[in-house]
Structure formats: structure tokens, C-alpha cells
Nanobody, 123 residues
Framework: QVQLVESGGGLVQAGGSLRLSCAAS????????MGWFRQAPGKEREFVAA???????YYADAVKGRFTISRDNAKNTVSLQMNSLKPEDTAVYYC?????????????????WGQGTQVTVSS
């Protein structure tokens, strides 16, 4: 059974930084694309970033240039460094593991999800 546990959320002022981490169980972590999604109140969950087994990365336009996704296959972790945060980045952030098919950008491609961690950016 795959378990994903996020950490690192919190309250930060606009322009600040936060680093989210996700610890994954399972021996085949390195085989899978890992992604970060977010969901703001009253809005649908949306793609933020993803990283594949060779560390190729994918970003939503809204975070490109400000967020960086990375992974450590030896530690079964994936991280999201968030810089220059804006109030519109406020959301619950979820770590997810993608299945074997489907686009890395699509929510439906991911089969395992963490419980989420709250990020709040004050203006």
C-alpha cells in the first residue's frame, strides 16, 4: 500500500518562501512520476508541478519561475520549493503519485494522494 505524507506548510507573508516535502512508502518510488497539486477554497484541485524518474520537470504557468520541484529517490521524497509567494498561492497542497499512463498535468492520471498541507500567504 502506498502512503504519501506531506509536511512543511504554514503561514508566510507575500514574497516569502516555503518548502514542502512529501515522504512516500514503497520500494519502487523512483519508477513513478510524482506531482504536486493544490486546491483553494471553492475551487477545483489544480496541477502545480510534476517530476519524472529522470528528474524532468513540469510546471503550471502560474508557478513557473517561482516554484521548483525535486526528488530524492534514495530517501523516497519529493519536495516543492516555493519562492516569491503570492496570496493567490494560498491553498491546500497535495502530493500525488501518477499511474503508468496519462498526462502528468492531469489530476485523473494520479492514483495515490497525501492528506494535504495548508499553505497560507498573507498580503
Amino acid at each position: 500500500q502506498v502512503q504519501l505524507v506531506e509536511s512543511g506548510g504554514g503561514l508566510v507573508q507575500a514574497g516569502g518562501s516555503l518548502r514542502l516535502s512529501c515522504a512516500a512508502s514503497g520500494r519502487t518510488f523512483s519508477n513513478y512520476v510524482m506531482g504536486w497539486f493544490r486546491q483553494a477554497p471553492g475551487k477545483e484541485r489544480e496541477f502545480v508541478a510534476a517530476i519524472n524518474w529522470s528528474s524532468s520537470t513540469y510546471y503550471a504557468d502560474a508557478v513557473k519561475g517561482r516554484f521548483t520541484i525535486s526528488r530524492d529517490n534514495a530517501k523516497n521524497t519529493v519536495s516543492l520549493q516555493m519562492n516569491s509567494l503570492k496570496p493567490e498561492d494560498t491553498a491546500v497542497y497535495y502530493c500525488a503519485r501518477k499511474g503508468v499512463s496519462g498526462s502528468a498535468y492531469y489530476l485523473t492520471s494520479y492514483h495515490y494522494w497525501g492528506q494535504g498541507t495548508q499553505v497560507t500567504v498573507s498580503s
